[in-house]
C-alpha cells in the first residue's frame, strides 16, 4: 500500500539576537523562523526551517497548502507539486507564497529521504563530499568600531573559509572605508563578498565605489537590486572587473534563465526555502550548471550542504558564525556539521539530518497569526 502524507503543519518561532544589526531597512533586533512539519502514516516527520521576513508564512502554509497536500500519496509526489504549481500562476513565483512551498517541499523531501534511509544528497543521486564555505557575519552595529572589525575579520579568517561576507550599510561611502578596514586587517585573507540586500543607488551612482572596492579582493558583489531590474543589474555587472551575483530569496527557472540573460550576472545565489524547494532548487541548479556559471548557496547550511553535494556545480554553501550574533539557527539546530579545511562536511543521517532542540522550539513558538 502506498505511503501517504498525513500531515503538513507549520509554526513560527523568534528568538531575540544578543544585540541589533543595523540595516537601512530597519533594525534586526530578533530572527523570525518559521518550521515546517510533513508526517507520513508510519509517524516519520520531516522537517524543514527558514525565514519568514515578517510574512504569515504559518497560516499561510496551513490555509493554502496543508488541506490539499495532506493525504496524497507521497510515491506520486512531484505530481502533486506540479499540480500545486500550475493552479497557482496567479500567486507569481515570488513572495510569501512561493515560500511556503518551498518550505513544504524542502520538508517533505527531508521525509521522502528518512523513509528511503538514505541522507538527502544520496537520494537525489548525489555523492557525499565536503563543501566550499562562505562566511557571513559582519553587519553593522552601532558600536563599530575599527578595532572590532579587525577583531571580527581575524576571528572570521581563522576558520580558513573561502570568502568573507560583509554586509552593507546602504551608504557606499562608508562601506567603501568598511571594506578598507577589514582588508587592511587581512592583507592576504580570503576575497570579500559585499551583500547589498537590493538596496543600492542605481548604477551610475554604485559605480565609481563598487570599481574602487576591487581594491579589496573581491570575490562578488550581491544583491544589489530588485528582483527584476534588469536594467541597473546588467549596467553594473558590465562594467566591474569581478562578478555580480544574485539569488536570494528569488524563485523560478525561468527567472533565474532571464537575470543570466538580462542581468549579465556571473554568480548565481540559491536558496532552497525559497526558490521552489528542492525540486526547484535541482532544477536552476542543473540549469545554472549547464551554462557554466558557479552557484553560491543562502545560509541554511544543513540543507544547502546536501544539495551542494546532489549538483557539482554548487561551489559553495554560507555559513554565519554562531559567536557573531548575526543569526539564531544554532539555537534550534545546537548539532552543528563538522569543518574540514575550510570547508563543511555534511552529515550522512538519513534526510537532511537535523537534530532539534525541541525545548527551544517549544518555548519560542508563536500563535499562529
Given at each position: ?30 530572527r ?56 497557482s ?31 538527502l544528497h ?13 562566511l ?84 562578488w ?14 549596467a ?89 550574533g ?10 552543528d ?21 525541541e ?11
Open positions: 500500500m502506498s505511503a501517504r502524507l498525513s500531515r503538513l503543519s507549520a509554526y513560527e518561532v523568534t528568538i531575540p539576537l544578543p544585540r541589533p544589526l543595523h540595516l537601512s531597512s530597519g533594525a534586526i533586533t530578533a523570525d523562523y518559521v518550521i515546517v512539519e510533513a508526517a507520513d502514516d508510519d509517524g516519520r516527520v520531516g522537517r524543514s526551517v527558514g525565514y519568514t521576513r515578517g510574512a504569515p508564512m504559518a497560516a499561510t502554509i496551513q490555509r493554502m497548502l496543508s488541506a490539499r497536500w495532506e493525504g496524497s500519496d507521497l510515491d506520486t509526489y512531484a505530481q502533486t507539486y506540479e499540480a500545486t504549481a500550475r493552479s500562476n496567479f500567486m507569481g513565483t515570488h513572495g510569501i507564497y512561493w515560500r511556503a512551498i518551498s518550505l513544504a517541499d524542502c520538508a517533505v523531501y527531508d521525509l521522502l529521504a528518512q523513509r528511503a534511509g538514505q541522507p544520496a537520494y537525489l543521486g548525489g555523492t557525499h563530499r565536503s563543501v566550499e564555505t562562505t557571513a557575519g559582519c553587519y553593522p552595529v552601532a558600536d563599530e568600531t575599527p578595532e572590532s572589525l579587525a577583531l571580527l575579520m581575524q576571528e572570521m579568517d581563522r576558520y580558513g573559509a573561502a570568502g568573507i561576507k560583509i554586509t552593507a550599510s546602504s551608504d557606499p561611502a562608508r562601506d567603501t572605508e568598511r571594506l578598507r578596514l577589514c582588508r587592511a586587517a587581512l592583507p592576504d585573507g580570503a576575497p570579500f563578498i559585499i551583500d547589498l540586500y537590493g538596496m543600492a543607488p542605481e548604477a551610475p551612482v554604485l559605480l565609481p565605489f563598487a570599481r574602487q572596492w576591487s581594491e579589496y579582493h573581491m570575490a558583489l550581491e544583491d544589489p537590486y530588485g528582483f527584476d531590474d534588469f536594467s541597473n543589474l546588467s553594473l555587472a558590465d562594467q566591474l572587473e569581478y562578478p555580480v551575483g544574485v539569488g536570494d530569496e528569488q524563485s523560478g527557472l525561468h527567472h533565474f534563465e532571464n537575470l543570466i540573460r538580462y542581468g549579465h550576472i556571473r554568480f548565481v545565489r540559491l536558496d532552497a526555502t525559497t526558490c521552489g524547494g528542492v525540486t526547484g532548487f535541482m532544477r536552476i541548479a542543473r540549469r545554472v550548471t549547464e551554462l557554466g556559471l558557479p552557484i553560491s548557496c543562502h545560509v541554511f547550511h544543513h540543507l544547502h550542504s546536501q544539495l551542494a553535494c546532489a549538483v557539482p556545480g554548487v561551489r559553495f554553501v554560507e555559513y554565519m558564525l554562531p559567536q557573531t548575526v543569526d539564531a539557527i544554532q539555537y534550534l539546530l545546537p548539532e556539521l563538522a569543518w574540514d579545511a575550510g570547508k563543511l562536511v555534511p552529515t550522512t543521517r538519513p534526510g537532511v539530518g537535523f537534530i532539534w532542540d525545548a527551544v522550539l517549544r518555548s519560542h513558538q508563536r500563535p499562529i497569526a
